[in-house]
């Protein structure tokens, strides 16, 4: 449910224009020269907040060359509080969570790379985010920074290499977009990184002398625009695997962590629900998106996916991200929201609201139908369950459902069959996945661990049945066009059966309208 830009820059020019820009408007604070890493071509063609005159203007001289401003910049500075924003607990879950990774590949050198912010258009970045793995090894958000985690007789020793920030008396202090001071603000280093995180971090100039230094060297991260070291390394798919299905069984801190972004996405959601009436008043789908985003980065980072808000015909668009429809009173509106914490795990809840307050007697049957296909799903949730069983447990009761509503062109055994699976025309989506880091975490596991492996205690997971009838579909009854409905809820395996993170939210037709009543 992510859509960031797929577009990374490349590592020759990441960074070539934030580098050089000192001022969001005009060439005079052209200050430095493109990086020296920069390719040519790179140059050329690299984003620019201004254009760079081919000549300089004795009005506008670059700082770098005004010896007085220059000379001027070096002192009168106090030093800001540059701890670095971390969450408790941090230092301590990233360590064992290296120690369990250790195991895996004795006397092998682990590298993860935590990657780059990518270009959203010309020389404007998305806000940046760190791979997951990186980051549930180091608890690092510093941005372009890599992970080594090198061999010893006792296991592994990590060091962290991060971009160097630029303090004070230096030049890039005013004139460095990417890494000076001046321009983001307090900038943690190397020793501030590692009282935080209790790990070992140097400099990113040094990972040079500690890859070759190593040998059988294994890659994995967010590795476009990856630091230029990196480039000739294989990226490892078993490094990969490995880590995606270690993750997917979480720890009781993990746990806390993800029962927090569900508490507060329930909170969004009402603040969500309370914002109904003006939404169809002004402001429509966007009003309501914006109102969870809003919560969402004041309580947690954000978003852990791009809110979805689909009223009426667009409840049914899957991935309905543009939300610039209106919400209209006699419409279902379908809300997929989830609050990534601070720690960057992420919720990821459904539920399908009456803008007025009361299902229609057509939404409420799609509803109650979807309800039922939910609580066979959560049925079968369980230690030791297969991850496919709730899957085909939900979308029996669908079959049937459509079936019994004369939906269906065949029985319900020939709709369930291989060569069936006449019911997924009004749901073609999965009905669930692993949940934590990413909103669908542990993608890179193998199959065997993954749809056919055994649930065991600590995994968390979304269980999101529903039924999607589209405007256009000719199939669909005329009174249930244009409706979708989903019901999704976050799942703790536990050693006896399962636990509903996000049961505070009434799944219930009569229980929803009696919420939104008490709010």
């Not at 007025?356 to 799903?377: I, M, P």
Request: glycine share 10%.
């Amino acid at each position: 449910m992510t859509f960031a830009a797929s577009f990374h820059p490349t590592a020759d020019n990441t960074f070539s224009e934030r580098e050089t820009m000192s001022s969001d408007s005009a060439p005079t604070f052209d200050s430095a020269q493109p990086a020296a890493s920069a390719s040519p071509a790179a140059t050329v063609s690299a984003a620019s907040s201004a254009p760079h005159p081919d000549r300089g203007d004795p009005r506008l001289p670059h700082l770098r060359n005004a010896t007085g401003f220059v000379e001027y910049m070096k002192s009168g500075w106090a030093t800001p509080d540059r701890t670095p924003d971390t969450v408790p607990g941090i230092a301590a879950a990233t360590a064992a969570h290296r120690a369990r990774l250790s195991p895996a590949f004795p006397g092998r050198t682990i590298v993860v790379a935590g990657g780059v912010a990518p270009v959203r258009v010309n020389d404007n970045y998305y806000g940046f985010r760190p791979d997951s793995s990186f980051f549930w090894l180091s608890g690092c958000s510093a941005e372009d920074a890599v992970l080594v985690m090198s061999p010893t007789a006792g296991g592994h020793e990590a060091t962290l290499f991060i971009p160097a920030p630029a303090y004070p008396g230096e030049a890039d202090f005013f004139a460095n977009a990417a890494h000076g001071e001046l321009w983001v603000g307090s900038a943690p280093g190397m020793p501030e990184w590692t009282a935080a995180l209790q790990i070992e971090t140097r400099p990113l100039s040094e990972l040079e002398t500690a890859l070759n230094r190593a040998s059988d060297i294994l890659l994995t991260g967010s590795l476009h625009g990856a630091h230029r070291l990196l480039r000739d390394i294989p990226v490892s798919q078993d490094l990969g695997r490995v880590l995606s299905e270690i993750r997917m069984i979480k720890d009781e801190w993990e746990i806390a962590e993800l029962r927090g972004a569900v508490n507060h996405t329930i909170e969004g959601f009402k603040a969500v629900a309370r914002e109904i009436p003006q939404a169809i008043q002004f402001g429509g789908e966007r009003w309501l998106q914006g109102t969870f985003d809003r919560y969402a980065r004041t309580v947690g980072n954000g978003t852990g996916y791009t809110t979805i808000v689909g009223s009426g015909k667009n409840a049914p668009v899957l991935h309905w991200v543009r939300c610039d429809g209106p919400v209209n009173p006699d419409a279902a509106v379908l809300l997929d929201m989830g609050v990534e914490a601070r720690s960057l795990y992420t919720a990821d809840v459904t539920r399908t609201l009456p803008a007025s307050g009361t299902f229609t007697t057509a939404q409420r049957q799609a509803h109650d139908l979807v309800e039922k296909a939910h609580r066979a799903g959560l049925a079968a949730v369980g230690p030791g369950k297969i991850f496919s069983d709730f899957h085909l447990a939900a979308l029996e009761v669908i079959a049937t459902g459509l079936h019994d509503w004369g939906m269906l062109p065949v029985s319900v055994d020939e709709a369930l069959s291989a060569q069936g699976q006449h019911h997924r025309r009004y749901i073609v989506c999965g009905i669930g996945h692993h949940l934590g880091l990413d909103v669908h975490d542990c993608a890179q596991s193998s199959y065997s661990a993954y749809q056919s492996g055994e649930l065991q205690p600590g995994m968390v997971m979304a269980v999101e049945p529903g039924l999607y009838f589209h405007e256009w579909d000719l199939t669909v009854p005329p009174e249930l066009r244009g409706l979708g409905v989903r019901i999704e809820d976050n799942v703790l395996v536990t050693p006896t059966g399962h636990e509903v993170l996000s049961d505070a939210l009434p799944i219930t037709a009569d229980g929803i309208e009696g919420w939104m009543r008490a709010l």
